[in-house]
């Protein structure tokens, strides 16, 4: 059975270095039977070093027991005589630096054209289930700008690794079983009381304040006049917190529809419980039957408090044979189920429904809890499914450099949908994606609606406007090309590549063949803010190669009397533009043809 193809040019460069390898051994210069995991091909730190980089001579040295500088110095004479090489550099003490031949980038540029909508897509995920689950937020009130962030980054990275080839399933865990939906019940139940006419005054403490309660109360009193008056809380309750949570995660999916996201499944809480089946207590039961349940006490915390220390005989998990720190309660004094115990089961539930490969993405506060959820879900799933954490940090939101206040208790916050409605979803997303989730982000909502290179959103779907501009000029120079996207590129794919010849051509045609590595990445490490900076620095040597021809007329991407040279150009146009378009799709953002 043969190999598949190499799926871009990084994984073409290293088959040739495994090639270099194989032929070391193969003259008995190398041991047989070498591990090639680790051996990578990249771009160099310094682009003055080379094209591509590969540390093979490092990572193999002491397994092939000679040294690195020695080894790089023989796998340099193989690579030299690739036909993709143009030079090889050792440098330092055994790094190997490759530039490759200038019909390499040709060749790239034309593997863009020809691949168009599917250029950079992987086939590494090789249809592998993936549960992406994100947002879940409480389902108490609409959703603040603190949730904006975990939305935007989950969904990106389902988006992500979906085009990595990843079988992606969105998921949102409504938590309507705890304490906080029957505060919804008895805050919507006031403002029940307060549609049927009655003076509620001021809301007590501890009640949800807001005025979003409203149309709630008001829906309650139009469904069951003043029936609920005379029942005991034990029979409204429940009705109420019903109606209350149905009407929250309405309101919540509208917000999520306006920021470009969709879940493909809402998973209730409740549901564990409910129906006459209870999820919770099987799980406990299976996880005892694997001796890893037992009854005993957990010892006082040493320095930080531990939040369910409770120095009474209960109900424990072994968590600390998963990596834990200490072993954690399942049941509560009144006989319920911790949050924990409930969130055991609902992970086993994913695992029972096909995902080995797990993805949740919380906020900030609840980074003391990863440890506990994926020895949790070790040992529920016995070591076959594997959770990653995303933890996505504060989002700090200003307004023209100075801070806007919000406090979702006091009814004051600033709503997602507020932002929304201010700066628009690209804006949004694309920002939300511009710094690394665990790095808190200043959002200001004065500074996303400048147009100019500090607003980095603006600036790559410039890119790709900027593009499209350039394309309709060109038809003054040639008329026969097309508007339509595959057959611009198809009729461009017929260009002389040979023809671009300056070095800011060939940096952009080096940006072009990063792409799909750079999406596979992207997509082992859960980064989708890479996309967000490659389209970024993408975008950045494109507008610097047209400021170049407007002070250079010989780099100009039209030269009315250079036909050949200008579909050149235009096949690097058109290379860029599929790019940014792909990666801002990527991201959940639009690829404006026009910026207004």
């Avoid at 406007?465 to 097309?482: I, K, Q, W, Y």
């Avoid at 999406?519 to 040597?541: C, G, K, M």
């Amino acid at each position: 059975m043969t190999e598949p193809a190499p799926s871009h040019l990084f994984a073409r460069v290293l088959a040739r270095v495994h090639v270099a390898c194989a032929a070391l051994v193969a003259s008995g210069e190398l041991p047989a039977g070498l591990d090639l995991s680790r051996v990578v091909v990249e771009p160099p730190r310094d682009a003055a070093h080379g094209d591509m980089a590969t540390n093979a001579a490092m990572v193999l040295a002491r397994e092939a027991k000679t040294k690195p500088r020695d080894l790089a110095d023989r796998l340099a004479e193989k690579l030299r005589a690739d036909p993709l090489i143009a030079a090889v550099e050792v440098a330092g003490p055994g790094f190997i630096n490759l530039r490759l031949k200038e019909k390499v980038w040709t060749d790239a540029l034309a593997a863009v054209l020809g691949a168009g909508d599917g250029y950079g897509r992987s086939r590494l995920g090789a249809g592998e289930k993936v549960n992406v689950e994100y947002v879940s937020a409480n389902p108490t009130g609409p959703m603040h700008v603190g949730h904006c962030r975990g939305a935007v980054f989950g969904d990106a990275l389902a988006g992500l690794l979906a085009f990595a080839g990843y079988d992606v399933t969105r998921e949102y865990y409504i938590n309507d079983a705890g304490a906080q939906v029957d505060v919804l019940a008895c805050s919507a139940f006031l403002r029940y009381r307060e549609a049927l006419g009655e003076e509620i005054g001021a809301i007590p403490d501890g009640l949800y304040p807001g005025d979003y309660l409203k149309p709630v109360g008001a829906a309650l009193a139009r469904d069951h006049g003043r029936t609920l008056l005379q029942q005991p809380e034990s029979e409204w309750l429940p009705l109420v917190r019903a109606r209350a949570i149905d009407m929250m995660m309405d309101e919540i999916r509208t917000d999520l529809a306006a920021l470009n996201v969709r879940h493909d499944v809402f998973f209730s809480e409740r549901s564990l419980i409910d129906g006459g089946t209870d999820r919770v207590g099987a799980t406990i039961d299976d996880l005892r039957a694997r001796g890893e349940i037992y009854e005993g006490r957990l010892s006082p915390p040493k320095g930080a408090p531990v939040e369910d220390w409770e120095d009474r005989e209960q109900t424990l998990f072994r968590a600390t044979d998963f990596g834990d720190d200490v072993d954690r309660p399942l049941k509560k004094s009144d006989g319920g189920y911790t949050y924990f115990a409930s969130d055991i089961a609902y992970h086993r539930t994913k695992f029972d429904r096909g995902f080995a490969n797990l993805v949740d993405v919380w906020g900030a506060d609840h980074g003391g809890y990863v440890k506990r959820m994926q020895a949790a879900v070790a040992a529920v799933t016995g070591g076959k499914a594997v959770l990653d954490v995303k933890i996505v940090q504060l989002v700090r939101l200003l307004r023209n450099g100075q801070p806007v206040k919000m406090s979702k208790r006091a009814g004051e916050f600033i709503t997602l949908r507020d932002v929304v409605d201010e700066v628009g979803s690209d804006a949004v997303r694309f920002m939300m994606l511009f710094r690394k989730n665990d790095a808190t982000l200043d959002f200001d909502l004065g500074k996303v609606l400048e147009q100019s290179r500090d607003n980095p959103v603006f600036y790559v779907q410039y890119g790709h406007a900027r593009g499209h501009s350039v394309f309709r000029n060109a038809r003054e120079t040639l008329p026969d090309l097309p508007e339509d996207t595959a057959a611009r590129a198809a009729y461009l794919r017929e260009a002389r590549l040979e023809r671009l010849s300056d070095a800011s051509e060939f940096t952009l045609m080096r940006q072009l063949a990063l792409y799909p590595r750079l999406v596979e990445a992207a997509a082992v490490s859960h980064e989708p803010h890479r996309i967000a900076f490659y389209l970024y620095d993408l975008a950045s040597e494109f507008h610097g190669l047209w400021t170049r021809g407007r002070d250079l007329p010989h780099l100009r991407f039209i030269i009315p009397n250079d036909v050949e040279v200008t579909k050149a150009r235009l096949a690097l146009v058109q290379g860029v533009v599929s790019v940014l378009a792909s990666g801002l799709s990527v991201l959940g953002v639009h690829a404006p043809d026009e910026m207004r």
